[in-house]
């Protein structure tokens, strides 16, 4: 019995020390957005009439577990930000503790918000509230982000109606208009000068700067000056003709949007589609190679984090998807920052399939090595045929391991903004521990980032095969 008892403490001390929860440093670099309502503010002066409001969404009553409306002093309802917009709305909402911002994104608008504040912004554009956010702890329930639930609605694009007798809001959505380009806007019509067919006509999708070139052989900057092309597409900002060192005409629409592109030649002029990428693609994943720019990830020595994500997850894995039927975007194609509620938000805006972020991992003990994957049961997005973020966590911790050699550290669940604000199955892969001198070394190794490279490639690959998208 004594010594169950000591190998019973042996094992939860083994288990605690293995815990990766505890060992994680890499948590607070990327979970900022992560809205932890124990360090919320409280604004216990505020008060309200205690009537409770229902609200019902597309002909259904919100199940509003934690939290239920209220009535703000000047009569506008006020909801609970993430019960109402993030749950039940899937709206991606996120919170800056240190500035108090408010951020709330689906496919079209955003809109940003400060706690005590009636100034907003939406879309770019400023615009007062009758009414401000405020965190408040009702009666027996945890602290909240209340948001006035009208105004949000509307501006996120939802039809909003109120009933002062049955204190009930109604809010209607239609996806299909909200999601697609205008139907109204037709191709534009490129005029050709020599015969030539499809074959001769090169495309690149440089989304990443906003630019969709197409390649005509031949000198034509001076038709195009005399014929010009007319932009038929509001997500078009200008369309520019360039002249090429290899005497090719480059014709550059510049876009608001990410837009996929299809071309057809038909009586002697190209006409140019922009629609969205899954009207053109049928399997789409996003890459997210972890930091960039200013954020460089962990550090060892004068090694950075986001060059090997960047090595990887990029360099290592563009020529195969490009020689494939998979579409990829990346979230970065160089040393480039952009936020995590970007990269998170990226999905929902080009209706992407999935998403794979990729990082390495650190820690103060060096001894600890190995991958992991993370993953968000808060994300209980299943796009096709069952999948979800932790049968997909499981098959990238798999591949990974078994291909590459590492130490299996685990499939983890925990909230990270990529792989919970995310609007498609989403995991997030920490491959090595820079910390640990054998796991460095063989990041350090271009035969490794090019093995792990290709497990990324193929492990997407077999995700498409056995879960078809059916597009
Ligand atoms: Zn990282």
């Known amino acids: 019995m004594k010594r169950f008892r000591k190998s019973l403490i042996i094992l939860i001390l083994l288990s605690l020390l293995c815990t990766p929860f505890y060992s994680f440093t890499e948590v607070s670099a990327d979970s900022t957005a992560s809205i932890n309502i124990k360090n919320l503010t409280l604004n216990t002066d505020y008060e309200y009439s205690g009537d409770h409001i229902s609200y019902i969404y597309n002909g259904v009553e919100l199940n509003l577990d934690n939290s239920y409306g ?46 005590g504040s009636t100034k907003a912004v939406v879309n770019g554009i400023e615009k007062t509230m009758d009414v401000s956010p405020q965190i408040l702890q009702l009666e027996g329930l945890t602290p909240q982000i209340f948001v006035p639930t009208r105004f949000v609605a509307e501006n996120l694009g939802i039809t909003y109606f109120w009933s002062s007798t049955a204190a009930t809001v109604t809010m209607e959505q239609t996806y299909t208009i909200s999601y697609k380009t205008n139907l109204t806007e037709t191709p534009v019509i490129i005029p050709l000068f020599d015969d030539i067919t499809l074959d001769d006509i090169v495309m690149d999708d440089r989304y990443y700067d906003g630019e969709m070139a197409i390649y005509i052989p031949g000198i034509h900057q001076t038709d195009y000056e005399n014929n010009v092309i007319t932009n038929r597409y509001s997500c078009v900002k200008n369309i520019d003709v360039n002249l090429t060192a290899d005497n090719r005409t480059e ?163 925990h909230a990270l903004t990529v792989t919970t604000y995310n609007t498609v199955p989403a995991i997030l892969i920490e491959l090595a521990f820079m910390s640990n001198t054998e796991d460095l070394a063989k990041l350090n190794s271009t035969e490794f980032q090019k093995n792990a490279g290709k497990v990324l490639f193929d492990t997407v690959k077999e995700i498409f095969d056995t879960y078809p998208t059916g597009r």
Do not use: W
């Open 70 to 115: 209220i009535i703000a002093d000047d009569g506008s309802a006020l909801g609970s930000m993430t019960e109402i917009f993030q749950k039940n709305l899937h709206v991606i909402c996120t919170f800056d503790l240190k500035t108090q911002t408010i951020t709330l994104q689906n496919a079209c608008n955003s809109i940003v918000l400060s706690v």
């Open 251 to 413: 014709i550059v629409f510049c876009t608001s949007s990410i837009r996929a592109c299809s071309l057809e030649i038909k009586n002697g002029s190209l006409y140019v589609t922009l629609t969205d990428p899954d009207d053109v693609y049928s399997k789409i994943v996003i890459i997210d190679p972890g930091h960039g720019g200013k954020d460089t990830g962990a550090i060892r020595d004068s090694s950075y984090e986001k060059d090997y994500n960047l090595l990887i997850a990029y360099e290592n894995t563009k020529d195969l998807f490009a020689a494939s039927d998979i579409k990829v975007y990346y979230t970065r194609v160089n040393d480039f920052y952009s936020n995590i509620d970007t990269r998170a938000a990226m999905a929902s805006k080009i209706h992407a399939d999935l998403y794979v972020s990729l990082h390495q991992n650190t820690n103060q003990n060096t001894s600890i090595n190995g991958t992991s994957v993370y993953y968000s049961s808060l994300n209980n997005q299943t796009l096709f045929n069952g999948l979800c973020s932790k049968t997909m966590a499981a098959l990238f911790r798999d591949n990974l391991t078994t291909a590459l050699g590492t130490v299996n550290y685990g499939v983890i669940d």
